[in-house]
């Protein structure tokens, strides 16, 4: 089979290169998936940028080594099914969650942490992967391939900060930051919850799409730096209810300043994105934490039942998820670029098969 292995990332530079391996064969409990989709998110870029050998060995954040097969995206079809197997069958079209093991219940980073794809085992920048059956999900079939590689990382993560973590009312107002892929998908989920959206992008093309998407307000953050005081503005200086901070420590005092009483706000980003302040930030106080009671939760994806659920609701509603791009297999390193340029809204897709 074909794939991608990161290489060595020296001084931070993309290195994958192009690779032939064995067909797999699957062991107890996995199927080997026919990748038929795979997609780019902000983590993804990182891990393709984080040198290695480590410069430091933090046991949680040891980077994959070159062999490793990038991307946690994927969508495809079961070609081999492992002994022991018997909760999909041959040719199920299917996703992988993100943490195979965080299958419901409480998250234990102790047990599930050092499970993903494209960082501790191999992702799906290939034509084939290994895939535990347990973590499987089957996707909507008024999906294609396509669509539904955007859905487990981008989708799941702000799914499951409206719906489990700050349980979005009808009528609330709900703030997302920018334009990338999971603040897309936090729009469009947001308004299926039936909340008002507010959003932000640096780019006035760019809000006029997030505007189509379904977003009420859109506020240009780089005309306006304090836009913070424009959410208060656009509220009647109440504020938001509930922020998917999906940008992190640079946006996080705007985010709180934003918030309206017993808001939640969902502390998502977690690796730089494109167009981000790269100056590490100290932040002094949390302003609003106490006087305006509110919440921070910070998470990592979800588990498959959460993700079961969000895929019942997006069939419900017919979701379509927002992807500027498809590029071929071959043309893998040209989908990064295109990435790193800032230009997309939404997903950048990797068709494989
Ligand atoms: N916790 C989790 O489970 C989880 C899951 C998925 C992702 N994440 C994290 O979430 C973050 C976003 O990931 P992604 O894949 O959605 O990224 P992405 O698609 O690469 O997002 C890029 C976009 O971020 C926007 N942006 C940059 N600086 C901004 C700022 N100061 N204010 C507002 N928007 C800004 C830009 O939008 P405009 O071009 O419109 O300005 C840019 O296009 C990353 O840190 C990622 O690691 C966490």
Redesign the pocket.
Known sequence: MRAYELGNRQGGAITLRPVERADLVPGHGQVVMKVHATGL???D??IMRTPYPPAEVKPWQNPPPPERIPLQDSAGEIMAIGPGVSRVRMGDRVIASHYPEFIDGAWDFDTMALTDFGDCFDGFLAEQALVPADSLVRIPDYLSYEQASTLQ??GL?PWRGLTVEANTRVGETVLT???????VFGIQIAKMLGARVIA????DD?CRQLLALGADTVIN??RTPDWDREVLACTNGKGADVVLN???M??LEKCLLACASNARVMH??????????TTPVTISSLPNLISKSVMIK????GSRRMFEDFLRAIELHRLQPCIDRVFSFDDALEAIRY?ET?A??GKIVIKII
């Open positions: 998110g902000a983590r870029i990182s990382s981008s993560t930051l920018g334009s990338g892929n999971v603040s932000t992008s640096s780019d760019k953050y780089r999906n940008i992190g640079p946006t998502i980003g977690a690796r730089p994105v494109v167009g981000a302040s910070g998470f990592s994806v990435y800032g997309k809204v």
